[in-house]
């Protein structure tokens, strides 16, 4: 698809120079691989990489401004934290495990400039294959279909792919609007940004970019899907599985707390627990090592966690 009309001279450009802000907790390897790289893009102005209180304190890094937090707040606080130590015009938001070819960042900065103003995201490539990172909007119903265990084995299926929210329309090597895309890599203006006051930080992970993108939308700014870009994520470098379902649980109920229909998704989850006990119960019978009960305790909690209140 093309957008429907030239971004005015005022918008950022594709020669606009860029502020990378990375957000940072656990190893630092990856980070330091990514500020050498970043070192090199042409039309990076500056790259801030915000420590968000990490166990093991972020040292120097040659091209990059690190900035401490005094408290481990979640992706969206470091973001936030991060823009405000910036000057450029034009943000672009990197998980710091993320690798691409040089020249990254003018391409995307290019493909992003006739949709501004505009929020843009790559494809993403994780393991060699790209993901769907396009969505719809969060709907109860695509909640509740993720969460029924047997239909696992259709993922993959273009069905299952809808069903869960998936957009799709948007595929590699096309650029289109879209929904929402995922907060791998968000390039974005920052007068859009400031406009909306920057990510909610009462979600500590996972939501936050969709509801920064839904506010988004509210005021009329675009959220564009590039896949004519790429970019190769590795993923889940220093999420705690146990800890990370929590966090996914409770940015789940927040945004339905905050958008709309709360009373929905708790009542769609809870028979999706009971759902998943009875098809675990089966299971069991026929010599499977699952246990019903306990998988029953874990669905109704995550159905039931409390919104997160602003902190």
């Not at 934290?81 to 495990?97: E, F, Q, Y």
């Amino acid at each position: 698809m093309t957008p429907s009309h030239a971004a005015p001279a005022s918008l950022p450009t594709a020669s606009s120079d860029v502020s990378v802000v990375v957000p940072h907790y656990g190893d630092p390897a990856g980070v330091t691989a990514l500020v050498a790289r970043l070192r090199d893009e042409p039309g990076v102005a500056e790259v801030v990489v915000v420590d968000d209180c990490s166990p093991e304190p972020l040292g120097r890094l040659e091209g990059a401004q690190v900035v401490r937090r005094a408290t481990n707040g979640g992706f969206g606080a470091a973001v936030n934290t991060g823009v405000a130590a910036t000057r450029g015009d034009l943000l672009l938001v990197l998980n710091s495990d993320v690798d691409f070819e040089p020249g990254f960042v003018r391409r995307l900065a290019t493909a992003a400039a006739p949709w501004q103003p505009a929020l843009a995201g790559p494809a993403v490539r994780t393991g060699g294959a790209v993901e769907h990172t396009a969505r719809r909007f969060p709907a109860a119903r695509y909640q509740a279909v993720e969460r029924v265990r047997v239909l696992g084995r259709f993922q993959g299926a273009d069905w299952w792919a809808r069903s869960i929210g998936q957009d799709l329309r948007a595929r590699p090597g096309s650029d289109r609007p879209v929904d929402w895309v995922a907060g791998v890599c968000l390039l974005l203006p920052r007068s859009a940004f400031d406009l909306v006051g920057g990510f909610d930080e009462r979600y500590f992970m996972y939501a936050e970019e969709v509801d920064l993108q839904r506010r988004l939308a509210d005021v009329g700014i675009r959220r564009v899907y590039l896949g004519s870009v790429v970019l190769d994520h590795v993923g889940g470098a220093s999420s705690d599985p146990a800890r990370a379902r929590t966090w996914l649980a409770q940015s789940r109920t927040t945004y339905a707390a905050k958008w709309g229909g709360l009373g929905r998704l708790r009542a769609l989850l809870t028979g999706v627990a009971l759902v998943n006990a009875a098809t675990a119960a089966v299971r069991r019978a026929a010599g499977r090592p699952v246990h019903p009960a306990r998988e029953l305790a874990a669905d109704l909690r995550d159905a039931w966690e409390r919104p997160q209140r602003a902190r």
